[in-house]
């Protein structure tokens, strides 16, 4: 199984970037997936996540209004898709998968999800 993170790059604050994370090996359309990031010298920390239909949607607080996780089950893809960049936004970006069939509880913690991507570079200059 593999998830590959894609679409980072250098852009400058209030620009957008779009993340694309496709998922090989198997199908996670039961599955809730999310996405991380990890700032240099700090923890990983939560961004997103969004369940099996994509129907459902949850947001850090941080960047509530600014980013969209989607999907597309034909795919195997979920998206994020980022405006209104700041520079505190930059790190680099994980996605990640749980493998828990039509979870009830919805998982924001790193522990909590059982695939990761390699992660894609996201470079906010101000």
């Known amino acids: 199984v593999q998830l590959q993170a894609s679409g980072g790059g250098l852009v400058q604050a209030g620009g957008s970037l779009r993340l694309s994370c496709a998922a090989s090996?198997?199908?996670?359309?039961?599955?809730?997936m999310g996405w991380f990031r990890q700032a240099q010298g700090k923890e990983r920390e939560f961004v997103a996540t969004i369940n099996w239909s994509g129907g459902s949607t949850y947001y850090a607080d941080s960047v509530k209004g600014r980013f969209t996780i989607s999907r597309d089950n034909a795919k195997n893809t979920v998206y994020l898709q980022m405006n209104n960049l700041k520079p505190e936004d930059t790190a680099v970006y994980y996605c990640a998968a749980n493998i828990t069939p039509y979870r009830s509880i919805v998982p924001r913690r790193r522990n909590e999800y059982d695939y990761w991507g390699q992660g894609t570079l996201v470079t906010v200059s101000s």
């Open positions: 090996g198997r199908t996670f359309s039961r599955n809730f």
